[in-house]
């Protein structure tokens, strides 16, 4: 994996996830200067004085010091000489091996998914079987005891691992992997550890009863899951896929490259979405809208495919489980329950009038789903604060919290008096039986007047059709179950808020979308158990805890389009509608339920969170079975974008923002404007650092030791010309190699004298070949045998340091040394002779005239995936560089003005500085 990468940057948790802050060596060695560069891509004492920005530091500032350790990368591998002979020897042509793999990444997947459930679904029952029973009996205090010490030990269990052995796992994940897709070199984020810790993390997390979710963890397990096996190794266990099979039957050596696994890792992230919703669809177009930055229909097939084994992998061993540990189960069946995460039981048909409270179930969603942002973006901010990076902390918020959230979900029912239910809905809703006293009994023949719905018994008669509820209500410590027969009389007391609190989140997101049950929770239930809930995974979320929020996220939403559907309900009663002819279903008037609206919220809401449109519309059709309602479910997730985007950022492009990551969306703030300026207003002017085709060894010393670029231009003398011109670039990592290269053959002269003739061949005495240049390619074995590791094996010093380290001469150290001083004079390197860089340089470096549009630029650059782009002039000389950090808004908004405008959308300035001269051209 990336793992061994070189960082220079130290890991501080914000919000149970990295935080990408530089070292204290960086830090010292860029206070004293005026501007400090946000990239170490492209980060140059020498131009700092020319760059300094019109805000003079303050915010800005502070954002780009805590990125100026994060890495980047190239998307395409180096197009050199080197690399092509390389490729040339390996199977291109042959893809079955690329099938075999996205295959294996399928199945991994589906198998972790099947056993984190299998862990997740065995410890919650155990909490609430246990909860609810002693709840029956009427010992609550015996209950809350319980219920916070198994919770919190279960919390305690999540958090340590995650605090004290791997910060990268905490949270959700899904910015991580975002930020990787996006080019993005995160520290960590695909470490096996990271996966041991994610994976016992989520399963107490979401066990303990905390308004959290497995979903987004799913996301960056499949990833990591995705990550691991395309490499075919891993440096933790020291394990390498064998030569017979990585040069054989699996090509690894030739997917080991940025490129490819970041297909793989695309893959894995939506084969977790597969796997969580049961939605191979919604996986895949989840990936394409949300996670991918690139994107191609074959990469679309093979995710497809990926998909479609994972979810086949998770249903069979589903199918097995219930074959062996149920005697309903048959092997091989996948029922509807399986298949469908939240199966509807009442499918009803589209209204032309339902769309009118379909768009206002968009816009209440919204502006919750926006407020929701915000109050999640100062939890971190005050969580940074108050725990910051004590690690005890860490451990001790979510466990105080789910002490909290265990006594108010024990004692705040009690509040609530019993409902006695009228009628008992038994067509298999809601979320499974509580422990306690059998089922009633169905009624004799004429009981109950069948004509309404013929599955809905009374004890009362159909008079009792306005209290219609679930078989799986929870009484808590209201009445137990009564004879349906008569021979007890009454209904069955049940607590409105207990049935909601007292189960999963999951079984919660169940109870709020059965469909006909239309009175079962009430407008105070309801309007409670939202605004619990809501505070408590608001809070929750950023603690350091491994899970997600897309559980939060639907009971969230279901609350909130349930009370909506309710008052629809209870117009159309006032309106003249019978509840007997509401409750049967009819085709005119079955969409007025508060379970239908309960649905079109829960997209809605998760829609003005993550701003997601296409994708979330295939996930809740797959995950429901719905889709005869399909339209104003659309409309609703629609108009909850359109209010959210007026209201807030995305939630998890904000929590980017927040970690400092130099994230590039698809449309930067004030994008339209983009295109009225040149590259030569952002890029990075002169004097650049370049080398020539044939660059002495003190010259490379030099650069890499006064700079901290991770590229550079390659120029040639034009022929006739006295100027050079744009020839191709280098990567640091590879003049590394190179460097490293000559070192082992400095102490020996007569390697460096051409037998014949006494002259010096050059410093290289030898083509070094593609597989000693790129790290990926190599095994972790190999890559510790030739030093690959060094730079990052020395905590607090500078890159420069530890790689000039190579170079100590006598007395100095090997590769994985200690730091030496510098020995050898640049008189003593220039003796060594020339180093013939145009077999490594990129000779498909892109490059763009400085008169090209900033608009097109950044398209450019997100697209093709670049790490620098060089910007030449007429003459192909290279007058500037662009990187990722001069198309991060913070650096556009300092040097363009490109997002004023009007409420008609025209430019406030329009006889600004560029107006006038394209005037002044024109006359």
């Given at each position: 994996t990336r793992g061994q990468k070189t960082h220079l940057f130290s890991v501080d948790i914000e919000g149970g996830s990295e935080s990408y802050v530089p070292s204290d060596s960086q830090v010292r060695r860029r206070e004293t200067a005026p501007f400090v560069s946000s990239s170490n891509d492209v980060s140059d004492g020498d131009d700092d004085v020319a760059d300094t920005p019109r805000s003079g530091g303050g915010r800005n500032g502070a954002r780009r010091v805590t990125r100026a350790g994060i890495e980047s990368f190239e998307y395409y591998p180096t197009d050199s000489e080197a690399y092509r002979t390389w490729l040339a020897k390996q199977p291109i042509y042959r893809n079955v091996d690329r099938w075999i793999l996205f295959f294996a990444v399928g199945l991994g997947v589906g198998l972790m998914a099947r056993v984190l459930y299998t862990g997740m679904d065995g410890l919650s029952d155990l909490k609430f079987d246990t909860l609810r029973d002693l709840l029956n009996r009427k010992q609550v205090f015996l209950a809350w005891v319980f219920s916070t010490t198994y919770s919190g030990a279960l919390v305690f269990l999540a958090a340590y691992p995650v605090a004290y052995f791997a910060q990268?796992?905490?949270?959700?994940?899904?910015?991580?992997?975002?930020?990787?897709?996006?080019?993005?070199?995160?520290?960590?984020?695909?470490?096996?550890?990271?996966?041991?810790?994610?994976?016992?993390?989520?399963m107490c997390a979401v066990a303990s009863g905390l308004p959290v979710g497995p979903e987004g963890p799913m996301?960056?397990?499949?990833?990591?899951?995705?990550?691991?096996?395309?490499?075919?190794?891993t440096g933790a266990l020291g394990f390498t896929t064998p030569r017979w099979i990585t040069d054989g039957v699996v090509s690894f050596r030739r997917f080991r490259n940025d490129k490819d696994k970041r297909d793989f890792v695309t893959a894995g992230a939506a084969c977790g979405v597969a796997t969580a919703f049961g939605a191979p669809i919604g996986g895949l177009l989840f990936a394409y809208e949300e996670v991918a930055s690139h994107w191609s229909p074959a990469l679309a097939v093979l995710t497809f495919f990926a998909c479609m084994t994972a979810l086949f992998t998770d249903k069979f061993l589903e199918s097995a489980q219930q074959a062996i540990a149920e005697t309903t189960g048959s092997f091989g069946t996948v029922t509807p329950d399986m298949s469908t995460v939240f199966q509807v039981n009442r499918n009803v048909s589209t209204h032309l009038l339902s769309v009118f409270p379909a768009a206002l179930v968009g816009v209440l969603t919204g502006a919750f789903a926006a407020g929701f942002t915000h109050l999640n973006l100062k939890a971190v901010s005050l969580r940074a604060r108050l725990v910051g990076n004590?690690?005890?902390?860490?451990?001790?918020?979510?466990?105080?919290?789910?002490?909290?959230?265990?006594?108010?979900?024990?004692?705040?029912?009690?509040?609530?008096?019993?409902?006695?239910?009228?009628?008992?809905?038994?067509?298999?809703?809601?979320?499974?039986?509580?422990?306690?006293?059998?089922?009633?009994?169905?009624?004799?023949?004429?009981?109950?007047?069948?004509?309404?719905?013929?599955?809905?018994?009374?004890?009362?008669?159909?008079?009792?059709?306005?209290?219609?509820?679930?078989?799986?209500?929870?009484?808590?410590?209201?009445?137990?179950?009564?004879?349906?027969n008569g021979t007890s009389g009454g209904g069955r007391d049940y607590n409105e808020l207990a049935t909601l609190?007292?189960?999963?989140?999951?079984?919660?997101?169940?109870?709020?979308?059965?469909?006909?049950?239309?009175?079962?929770?009430?407008?105070?239930?309801?309007?409670?158990?939202?605004?619990?809930?809501?505070?408590?995974?608001?809070?929750?979320?950023?603690?350091?805890?491994?899970?997600?929020?897309?559980?939060?996220?639907?009971?969230?939403?279901?609350?909130?389009?349930?009370?909506?559907?309710?008052?629809?309900?209870?117009?159309?009663?006032?309106?003249?509608?019978?509840?007997?002819?509401?409750?049967?279903?009819?085709?005119?008037?079955?969409?007025?339920d508060p379970g239908v609206f309960a649905l079109l919220g829960a997209g809605a809401f998760m829609g003005g969170v993550t701003r997601l449109t296409v994708s979330l519309a295939v996930i809740v059709m797959e995950m429901s079975g719905e889709i005869h309602f399909l339209l104003p479910i659309l409309l609703g997730i629609t108009v909850a974008k359109w209010t959210?985007?007026?209201?807030a950022p995305p939630l998890y492009h904000a929590l980017l923002h927040v970690k400092h990551a130099p994230f590039l969306p698809d449309d930067p703030h004030g994008?339209?404007?983009?295109?009225?300026?040149?590259?030569?207003?952002?890029?990075?002017?002169?004097?650049?650092?370049?080398?020539?085709?044939?660059?002495?060894?003190?010259?490379?010393?030099?650069?890499?030791?006064?700079?901290?670029?991770?590229?550079?231009?390659?120029?040639?003398?034009?022929?006739?010309?006295?100027?050079?011109?744009?020839?191709?670039?280098?990567?640091?990592?590879?003049?590394?190699?190179?460097?490293?290269?000559?070192?082992?053959?400095?102490?020996?002269?007569?390697?460096?004298?051409?037998?014949?003739?006494g002259q010096r061949t050059g410093a290289l005495k030898r083509?070094?070949?593609?597989?000693?240049?790129?790290?990926?390619?190599?095994?972790?074995?190999?890559?510790?045998?030739?030093?690959?590791?060094?730079?990052?094996?020395?905590?607090?010093?500078?890159?420069?340091?530890?790689?000039?380290?190579?170079?100590?001469?006598?007395?100095?150290?090997?590769?994985?040394?200690?730091?030496?001083?510098?020995?050898?004079?640049?008189?003593e390197l220039d003796s060594l002779g020339l180093v013939d860089l145009r077999p490594y340089m990129n000779r498909s470096a892109a490059r763009v005239p400085d008169t090209y549009s900033v608009a097109r630029v950044y398209d450019m650059f997100r697209t093709l995936g670049l790490r620098h782009l060089c910007v030449v002039d007429d003459c192909n000389r290279v007058v500037g560089m662009v990187t990722r950090k001069e198309l991060l808004d913070d650096w556009l908004e300092e040097r363009l003005d490109h997002k004023g405008h009007n409420a008609a959308g025209f430019r406030e300035h329009p006889h600004d500085a560029f107006a006038q001269t394209n005037g002044a051209h024109a006359l």
């Open positions: 990268a796992a905490g949270g959700s994940g899904v910015p991580d992997v975002m930020a990787y897709l996006n080019g993005i070199d995160v520290p960590k984020v695909f470490d096996l550890r990271t996966f041991v810790v994610k994976f016992v993390s989520t996301i960056h397990l499949g990833a990591t899951i995705a990550a691991g096996l395309s490499q075919g190794d004590d690690k005890l902390k860490k451990v001790l918020e979510p466990v105080l919290l789910v002490v909290l959230f265990s006594l108010i979900t024990v004692v705040v029912p009690m509040w609530f008096p019993c409902t006695p239910s009228g009628c008992v809905d038994t067509r298999g809703a809601g979320a499974g039986y509580p422990p306690g006293p059998p089922a009633p009994a169905p009624p004799p023949p004429g009981f109950f007047d069948e004509s309404p719905a013929a599955d809905v018994f009374c004890d009362g008669g159909s008079d009792h059709l306005h209290q219609i509820v679930e078989e799986s209500i929870m009484t808590y410590t209201c009445a137990s179950h009564v004879d349906v609190l007292h189960v999963s989140g999951e079984d919660a997101i169940k109870h709020l979308l059965t469909r006909g049950t239309h009175r079962e929770f009430g407008y105070g239930p309801l309007i409670v158990f939202l605004l619990l809930y809501s505070a408590f995974a608001t809070v929750v979320a950023g603690s350091s805890l491994s899970s997600g929020l897309f559980v939060p996220m639907l009971v969230m939403g279901s609350a909130l389009g349930r009370l909506v559907g309710l008052m629809l309900y209870d117009v159309a009663v006032g309106m003249g509608y019978s509840e007997a002819s509401l409750a049967s279903g009819g085709l005119s008037t079955a969409w007025v959210a985007d007026a209201l994008a339209p404007g983009l295109h009225l300026h040149d590259v030569s207003a952002i890029m990075k002017k002169l004097p650049l650092t370049t080398l020539r085709e044939r660059e002495s060894v003190s010259a490379i010393r030099h650069a890499m030791k006064h700079t901290t670029h991770q590229g550079f231009p390659v120029v040639r003398r034009a022929d006739g010309a006295p100027y050079d011109v744009l020839a191709g670039s280098v990567s640091r990592e590879h003049l590394r190699a190179l460097l490293r290269e000559i070192t082992s053959a400095a102490g020996h002269e007569d390697d460096r004298q051409d037998a014949g003739s083509r070094v070949a593609y597989e000693e240049l790129d790290r990926m390619v190599l095994t972790p074995a190999e890559r510790h045998a030739r030093g690959f590791e060094t730079s990052g094996s020395t905590a607090g010093a500078s890159r420069s340091s530890v790689e000039m380290s190579s170079l100590g001469g006598p007395g100095g150290s090997r590769p994985g040394g200690a730091l030496v001083r510098e020995t050898l004079s640049d008189a």
